[in-house]
C-alpha cells in the first residue's frame, strides 16, 4: 500500500498539532522498546492523507493486519476510550530525504487523532534534521 501526503506541523504563530505523543512515548519507553526492538524517538510526525478516506477505520479494524499490536493495559496514561495500540511498518519518502526513512505508522485504535491524519513513529527525530515544514509533499509504502 503506498499513501500520499502531506505533513501537518505544528506552527507556532497559527496552529499547534502536538499533543501528549511525547508523554506517551515517554512514559511507555520500555513497552515500546519491547515491541519495536529499538527505543522510539519522543514525538510522532502527523501527515494528512486523504486517501482513502476510510484510512482510520481501516486501520482501527486491522485492515491491512498490523506488525505489532500493543495492549492498551501495557500502556500508562491512555484515556479509556482508547483501544490497543497498533502499528504497520512504512518507509517515508519525500524531496527532504537521501534515502528512505524506516519508521512506523502508529494507530491507537479509537484515537481522536484529526479525520485523514496518521501519526508516524520513527528511531530518530525527524522533523528538525531533515528540515521539514508544514504542508511538505511525502509518499508513506507500508512494507
Known sequence: MILQGTLRLSDPDQRRTAGRF????????????????????????????????????????????????ISKTELVGMPSYIGDGQAWPCRLRGPKFKHPIDCWIFRRIGSKVSAGVIELVAREALRVPYGLHNGEAVTIELV
Open 22 to 69: 511525547n508523554e506517551l512515548i515517554n512514559e511507555n519507553a520500555a513497552v515500546f522498546e519491547r515491541y519495536f526492538g529499538t527505543p522510539l524517538f519522543p514525538g510522532s510526525l502527523n501527515v494528512d492523507v486523504p486517501y482513502p478516506p476510510s484510512l482510520q477505520k481501516d486501520l482501527d479494524a486491522g485492515r491491512p493486519p498490523p506488525a505489532i499490536r
